[in-house]
């Protein structure tokens, strides 16, 4: 599907355009009349539920017949629940604390002069992303409550559903008196026109990939712009010896299959050759529609359980699969973390406080966890409202990335007649 009459070129050049001039306007714009645009928006996708579900089910036929995996159609599926739950937190969004202004830190020199960091908008955000039709709201709510504009491009497999989203938040952003300019989505699903904003250095100040390897990997290796990377989620939770039984079994089960096919899902699990109910925590896996891939060690205790290659200790499934190891202490745990992680969540099921302690400060990861499901990695969860992604760099953020996260800095400087030698 084609929709532009331009090239990609010029196509992102305009929309840059666009986007800076609406910059402009939200700098003149008060944190109230933001918060309101947000709380119109979060009534307009209440309002146009119907007509996001129509569109949500041409998305969902088209994926179905194209052969969309059952994760992929969970990340892709909306109904009025999940739409209720997009409409929310576009609405905390709104009522979270504005980072804008906040003087991070003031020192004064011995001259006198006064020198402060002020946080500030980033300016133009590209987010480019697959399958979850809901990024479209909680990119554009996050983008706009932190002062910057947004282009947004979603994957073909949701363009419908992205289109009536994307309509619905500008009705509610244009009733508070914003530009409509502030959130833009591509209106073509060209990958050409992903090229496009990967080059357009100058125009598009900050670039955030949300989606599988593949197109991570392009990301990174086209872009012109920043990037502010999200990698898959290869979670781990680690079982140690001292693990209360119950409380592994119920984590372990809830980190894998809640959902299966969101970043947060736990995709290999290590026990401790200490843990004495390795059985019942496999056994609860398998009966909850789970299949285990697992080492020898694992293999002898459930004749259900098939043999892990070596590549699927560095899959991510997205699916009810998960791979099983045993390991001889926490050194080996940190050891095939270290491995095997790509810096996302890595949880300890423990009692121990030493070996808890090992744990915190031996992964190196932007999420590390203690007696806690990974499908908490969220920023949701972690109370900052939606999301834009969950950064697995270690520039500029780190972790669920929110307001605080696309926001900058500039250098106030306060003198009083200082000249300088």
Not at 17 to 43: H, I, T
Not at 84 to 109: C, K
């Amino acid at each position: 599907m084609n929709d532009m009459t331009q090239s990609p070129e010029m196509l992102i050049s305009a929309m840059a355009a666009k986007a800076r001039a609406a910059c402009a306007r939200l700098m003149q714009v008060g944190d109230n009349q933001k918060a309101r645009g947000l709380e119109l928006a979060a009534q307009a996708l209440r309002d146009h539920t119907d007509a996001i579900c129509r569109a949500n089910g041409q998305d969902m036929d088209n994926a179905a017949s194209n052969g969309l995996s059952a994760a992929l159609l969970d990340r892709l599926r909306l109904d009025t629940g999940r739409i209720e739950g997009t409409a929310a937190g576009v609405e905390q969004v709104a009522h979270l604390p504005n980072p804008l202004g906040e003087i991070i830190d003031e020192s004064t020199r011995p001259n006198g002069m006064i020198l402060q960091r002020k946080r500030v908008p980033l300016g133009v955000i590209g987010i480019i992303y697959e399958s979850r039709p809901n990024v479209t709201a909680d990119a554009a709510a996050l983008c706009m409550r932190a002062g910057n504009a947004a282009i947004l491009r979603g994957g073909s497999e949701a363009i419908e559903s992205n289109r009536a989203i994307h309509a619905a938040m500008v009705e509610g952003l244009e009733a508070a008196g914003l530009p409509g300019d502030t959130i833009q989505l591509v209106p073509t699903t060209d990958r050409a026109a992903v090229g496009a904003m990967l080059r357009a250095a100058g125009l598009i100040d900050l670039i955030v990939p949300r989606g599988g390897k593949s197109l991570v990997a392009r990301v990174q290796d086209e872009a012109r712009v920043p990037v502010l990377a999200h990698l898959d989620g290869m979670n781990t939770s680690y079982v140690h010896s001292s693990a209360n039984p119950d409380m592994a079994r119920e984590l372990v089960v809830n980190s894998k299959m809640r959902r299966t096919g969101i970043c947060g899902a736990t995709e290999t699990i290590l026990f401790d050759k200490g843990f004495t109910a390795k059985h019942q925590v496999i056994a609860a896996l398998l009966d909850a529609g789970c299949a285990v891939r697992g080492d020898e060690a694992i293999q002898a205790i459930d004749a259900r359980v098939t043999a892990a290659k070596d590549e699927d200790w560095d899959t991510e499934y997205l699916d009810a699969v998960v791979s099983i190891a045993q390991v001889d202490d926490i050194d080996s745990a940190l050891n095939h973390i270290s491995a095997h992680s790509s810096g996302h969540t890595d949880a300890i099921i423990a009692e121990d406080e030493e070996a808890i302690e090992r744990f915190f400060n031996g992964v190196d990861s932007a999420i590390v966890m203690l007696n806690a499901s990974t499908q908490f990695a969220d920023g949701g969860e972690f109370g900052l409202g939606a999301e834009i992604g969950i950064s697995t760099g270690r520039l500029h953020a780190r972790g669920p990335v929110a307001l605080e996260g696309l926001t900058t800095y500039k250098w106030i400087v306060r003198g009083s007649g200082q000249t300088r030698a």
